[in-house]
């Protein structure tokens, strides 16, 4: 990191410094201890030039990827926890009509269809489509 010296330093300045220790950290590089001090000492720096002292014997590292870059799904968070609130209660009903037909001692008329059909129906769509997940177009207003 290229930092002038004699320059007060900012929490984000410090903030950067310990998410870089961080990676060090992760990579063997120095123990939990040893992290401990040296965040203790990058909070406890005043300049740009003390900083850089708590950095000076580990190597550069290359710029981190962001989270984006990590595995992404095809489909957005908010659909991914739609489904999943379908499953669950799609396996809650199927249960309650179990429940009801054991205890009529026949099968019951398969009402749980009505619940995990139209609902899976719109979910399915949406995904199949990209409706919603912005991958069509909007108008500006």
Do not use: N
């Amino acid at each position: 990191m290229e930092i002038s010296t004699g320059i007060r330093a900012s929490d984000a300045e410090r903030d950067r410094f310990v998410r870089e220790l961080s990676r060090h950290l992760g990579d063997g590089r120095i123990d939990l201890a040893e992290y401990d001090q040296r965040v203790a000492q990058v909070y406890r720096s005043a300049t740009r030039e003390e900083l850089q002292g708590v950095l000076a014997d580990l190597p550069a590292l290359k710029p981190a990827t962001g989270p984006a870059s990590a595995s992404r799904s095809r489909f957005p968070i908010w659909q991914r926890i739609e489904g999943s609130a379908w499953l669950g209660v799609g396996v809650l009903v199927l249960m309650i009509w179990a429940a009801i037909s054991l205890g009529a001692g026949s099968f019951t008329y398969f009402w749980p269809i009505w619940v995990i059909g139209p609902w899976g129906t719109v979910l399915a769509l949406r995904a199949a489509t990209g409706i919603e997940a912005g991958r069509c177009h909007r108008r500006k207003a």
